[in-house]
């Protein structure tokens, strides 16, 4: 298997937008959980938000995204993206696409994902800095 690829992040002000784009191998796109952690320096890392790539397209946020963040895909190219508005500082860390290998034809994979007890292919990760 290939491991996701991520782009997007960079630095933002308190209240502006960012989109991470995460592409993956088919293998590990199609109907499968995916989407992203972030761990910021000196904290545990946290699940942000997820989608089953499969049919009904069951999402999952963390909670502090409240409203603030969506979570798309585009299955032509295998790609899942998270869009980021009125960023906070808070959101400032590092965020890494994952890819649940093991849940093929699995909607209830959200669930796990975000608790991140899934078996994961990791994208290398990207940058997001939200000054104040």
């Known amino acids: 298997q290939v491991q996701p690829v991520e782009s997007g992040g960079g630095s933002a002000q308190t209240g502006g937008s960012l989109r991470l784009s995460c592409a993956a191998s088919r293998y590990l796109y199609d109907n499968r959980c995916m989407g992203w952690f972030r761990q910021a320096p000196g904290k545990e890392r946290e699940g942000v938000a997820v989608?089953?790539?499969?049919?009904?397209?069951?999402?999952r946020y963390i909670d502090s995204a409240n409203g603030r963040f969506t979570i798309s895909q585009d299955n032509s190219k295998n790609t899942v993206y998270l869009q980021m508005n009125s960023l906070k500082p808070e959101d400032t860390a590092m965020y890494y696409c994952?890819?649940?290998?093991?849940?093929?034809?699995?909607?209830?994979?959200?669930?796990?994902?975000?608790?991140?007890?899934?078996?994961?292919?990791w994208g290398q990760g990207t940058q997001v800095t939200v000054s104040s």
């Open positions: 994952a890819a649940a290998i093991s849940s093929f034809g699995r909607p209830e994979c959200t669930v796990s994902f975000m608790r991140g007890s899934l078996n994961f292919a």
């Open positions: 989608v089953y790539t499969g049919g009904g397209g069951s999402k």
